[in-house]
């Protein structure tokens, strides 16, 4: 490549590096999408609540925000709530069942059962992308249901 060239390359990455930015999180969402190959499950649709749906009262310094998730079998309602750079969230699965749920942090997965009503919850979780598994009961769900990932 001769020194024009390359010059005129340079230019081009700097311009769409200033215009279209990679995006913070797409290795992340690459690497989720490649592991999501080699499960055999079933992806949930997303479904954003209006503000302050199913949220209960929360102080001045917390905020909260509901989603909902939808699969042929099964459907996950979180609610998410901050306080400083943790956070909160309460799940609520239906048809309620008592079923294992995960939650996949960058780092790390935790791990919590729903009770038969369906309720499940995980706390003091750092702001970042996630996404749900919830496992398969021999009666419950035919295969593992995932969430996209999101932001908490």
């Known amino acids: 490549m001769t ?5 005129l390359m340079d230019r081009l990455r700097g311009m769409w590096q200033r215009l279209d930015p ?13 592991a999501l190959e080699d499960l055999d499950v079933e992806v949930m649709a997303l479904q954003r609540m209006p503000a302050g749906a ?3 009262g ?4 917390e905020r909260a925000s509901t ?23 309460d799940g609520w699965l239906t048809p309620a069942a008592a079923l294992r749920v995960q939650l996949h942090t960058r780092d790390v997965v935790h791990e ?12 003091r979780i750092p702001e ?5 598994v919830v496992e398969p009961a021999a009666t419950r769900l035919g295969r593992p249901v995932i969430t996209p990932a999101f932001t908490l």
């Open 128 to 132: 970042g992308l996630v996404h749900l």
């Open 54 to 56: 199913g949220a209960r």
């Open 58 to 61: 929360t102080g001045a310094a």
């Open 67 to 89: 989603i909902s998730f939808t699969s042929s079998e099964l459907t996950v309602m979180v609610t998410v709530s901050a306080d400083g750079r943790h956070r909160r969230l």
């Open 112 to 123: 919590a059962d729903a009770d038969d009503d369906g309720r499940f919850a995980f706390g």
């Open 3 to 7: 020194p024009a060239e390359q010059l």
């Open 22 to 34: 990679i995006p913070g999180d797409l290795a992340e969402r690459v690497l989720f999408r490649l």
